[in-house]
């Protein structure tokens, strides 16, 4: 079964401090990575996204990932981040061979304190 | 702005009624999916359309159906509705002619039942 992995529920980081957000995926063709990012009340943004190539990703809003296939992962980064950043993030996989559909994470709720 | 269009944003409604959800995907969109996300289950994929076509179905309830007509709008039907059926139903939309392009999606309609 396809299913997507976020282990932290809640990550809080100062302003201005690196930021690392961990997703694992399991899956079983070969995937299509996102990251979504949504703040309250409000729709899904994309991010970032991976479709082949170069495993490391740039997104929007100075965010990056890194699609690691051997460790199954795809890890959101920033290496500064400020208090507009707070939000909920979600990680996705898809794959052509499911039609593209979407399989999301729990999603990390992140917290900037200044 | 996405290109996809959700109505209405905001729905308030008794148990045991049936409303419906709109969708109208970006432009040339072939490819309809319907998402819910709430508390408890995240976010879920619920079903696909694909030119008019049902193409993929998740965790989606008898009491909801969906369809996709000629001009490619989609509609979901929630039916005998229960206070566990409030959440955000996110409609998304892409186009497979076009490989390596991510679901566009739109701002989500809240559905609350009282």
């Known amino acids: 079964a396809q299913s997507v992995t976020q282990p932290d529920i809640h990550i809080t980081v100062s302003e201005g401090a690196s930021l690392e957000l961990r997703c694992n995926y399991s899956?079983?063709?070969?995937?299509?990575l996102f990251w979504y990012v949504q703040s309250p009340g409000q729709g899904l943004q994309l991010l970032l996204k991976?479709?082949?190539?170069?495993?490391l990703v740039q997104g929007i809003k100075g965010f990056e990932a890194e699609f690691k296939r051997s460790q199954s992962s795809f890890n959101l980064r920033k290496p500064s981040v400020h208090w507009s950043d707070a939000a909920e993030y979600f990680c996705?996989?898809?794959?052509?061979?499911?039609?593209?559909?979407?399989?999301f994470g729990a999603g990390t709720i992140l917290r900037v304190k200044s | 702005d996405s290109g996809v269009t959700q109505t209405p944003k905001h729905l308030i409604t008794a148990t045991g009624q049936r409303v419906t959800l709109r969708c109208s995907p970006r432009?040339?969109?072939?490819?309809v999916y319907w998402y819910q996300q709430s508390l408890d289950q995240g976010l879920q994929f619920l079903i696909q359309?694909?030119?008019?076509?049902?193409?993929a179905k998740g965790n989606i309830l008898e009491r909801f159906s969906a369809q996709q007509f000629p001009d490619l709008h989609s509609e979901l039907n929630l039916s005998s509705l229960e206070l566990g059926d409030s959440a955000l139903y996110f409609c998304?939309?892409?186009?497979?002619?076009?490989?390596?392009?991510?679901?566009?999606f739109g701002q989500g309609t809240r559905l609350t039942v009282v």
């Open positions: 998304a939309s892409s186009n497979p002619l076009y490989p390596n392009t991510e679901a566009f």
């Open positions: 899956y079983g063709a070969t995937p299509y």
């Open positions: 991976y479709f082949s190539g170069d495993t």
């Open positions: 996705a996989v898809g794959a052509e061979e499911y039609g593209n559909k979407l399989v």
């Open positions: 432009s040339g969109d072939l490819s």
């Open positions: 359309y694909y030119n008019g076509e049902e193409r």
